[in-house]
Every structure is written in C-alpha cells, then in structure tokens.
C-alpha cells in the first residue's frame, strides 16, 4: 500500500498562485503514475492533472496552461503549481497514485486531501 500526504493547500484571491506537494511513503514501487484530483462539493470527483515515472503528463482542460505537475522520483514527491487561479479551482484536492491507469482511471491509493479557495 502506498501512503500518500498533501500539503500547501490554502485561500487565495482570484489571480493568485499556489503550489501542493504530496510525499508518497510506503509501496512507493507501485507509484508509475501519480497524480492529482479536485471534488467541490455536490460536483463528482476530476483528474486535474497526472505525471509518469518518466514525466509523461497529461491535465484536464480546464487547467491547462495554467497548473504544472512535477515528480521527484527520488524524493518520491509530486507537486502541483497552480497559477492565474479562479474561484472555480475552488476545491479539496487529492494526491493519487497507482501503477497502471488510463487516463484519470486506475488510480488505487488517495492522501487525505488539502483545501484550496479561491475568492473573487
């Protein structure tokens, strides 16, 4: 099993940047793919953005050119920058990885979450 821990969620005005990092402990073999999803409440769960072992990435639309993920895979992190934020990046967002996925599919162990909000 693969533990997974977020950090550097927080409030910002809209405009505003924000970076998240997760440390993966544990199975951290099991980690080809890590990434990170966002829920707002009464909307479903969406892959923002996802990263390979070799870098390979892939981000939803709606964040496209304005988030970066990176991995370290010594440190066994992943990071989010999030810049030119919006009030509808307003989320929990989760640390996710698994070994192989589709897409935003097959993604097995999940971290606790961190609060990002964005006001207008």
């Known amino acids: 099993q693969v533990e997974l821990e977020e950090s550097g969620g927080g409030s910002v005005r809209s405009g505003g940047s924000l970076r998240l990092s997760c440390v993966a402990s544990?199975?951290?073999?099991?980690?080809?793919?890590m990434g990170w999803f966002r829920q707002a409440p009464g909307k479903e769960r969406e892959g923002v953005a996802r990263?390979?072992?070799?870098?390979?990435?892939e981000y939803a639309p709606s964040v496209q050119g304005r988030f970066t993920i990176s991995r370290d895979n010594v440190k066994n992190t992943v990071d989010l920058q999030m810049n030119n934020l919006t009030p509808e990046d307003t989320s929990m967002y989760y640390c996710?990885?698994?070994?192989?996925?589709?897409?935003?599919?097959?993604?097995?162990?999940w971290g606790q979450g961190t609060q990002v909000t964005v006001s207008s």
């Open positions: 990263i390979s072992r070799l870098g390979i990435r």
């Open positions: 996710a990885s698994g070994q192989q996925t589709s897409g935003f599919d097959g993604f097995n162990d």
């Open positions: 544990g199975d951290v073999w099991k980690t080809n793919w």
